[in-house]
């Protein structure tokens, strides 16, 4: 049997257990809610490391990229430079040694930052003079058909061959009588 129990005391007794239970329970959910657990954390500086080396790869090939663009771009103003020195010298001379045909070259061309002096790109120049064809039978152009070729070079002179940066750009131009 039950003790008895005045009922004042019953109900504080019920007071005590009700909001222990309570309190327990809303602990754990409040625990679980407060902060991260150590699984939770590394996933995510898991999740950030492979960010950070996306970021990391997409800089480097945006860098490599920029090198290319200036030294594609640096090796088609030597090349068109070529290509306008050699139009003056077929607009004065024709014959001259420089328009023979076949190959001519290769000449060491330095590009300088205009700033301070520093060389950013080298290369060899090298050209070549041919006779341009005519399709019609019988018919004779008075034409030459003139190919500069850059090719970056290390500081040693030699082909610099990298596989994705400082590419060989060539310009081709025709120079005609009619031009002169």
Request: aromatic share 4%; glycine share 6%; charged share 15%.
């Amino acid at each position: 049997m039950r003790p008895q129990v005045c009922e004042g005391a019953e109900m504080r007794i019920q007071a005590l257990k009700t909001p222990r239970r309570t309190r327990r329970g809303f602990l754990k959910a409040a625990r679980s809610r407060d902060g991260l657990t150590l699984v939770e954390t590394l996933i995510a500086i898991l999740i950030l490391s492979f960010g950070l080396l996306a970021t990391g790869q997409m800089m480097y090939v945006a860098m490599g990229s920029a090198s290319l663009s200036r030294s594609k771009s640096s090796a088609a103003v030597v090349a068109q430079n070529r290509i306008d020195s050699l139009a003056d010298l077929y607009r004065q001379n024709p014959s001259a040694a420089d328009l023979t045909i076949g190959n001519h070259g290769p000449q060491q061309v330095q590009v300088a930052n205009p700033v301070d002096g520093t060389v950013l790109n080298r290369y060899n120049v090298s050209w070549t003079v041919s006779n341009v064809s005519d399709p019609r039978a019988g018919m004779v152009i008075q034409a030459t058909q003139v190919t500069v070729t850059v090719t970056p070079i290390n500081t040693a002179g030699i082909t610099n061959n990298r596989a994705s940066l400082n590419k060989v750009v060539s310009v081709t131009a025709i120079f005609s009588a009619v031009n002169r």
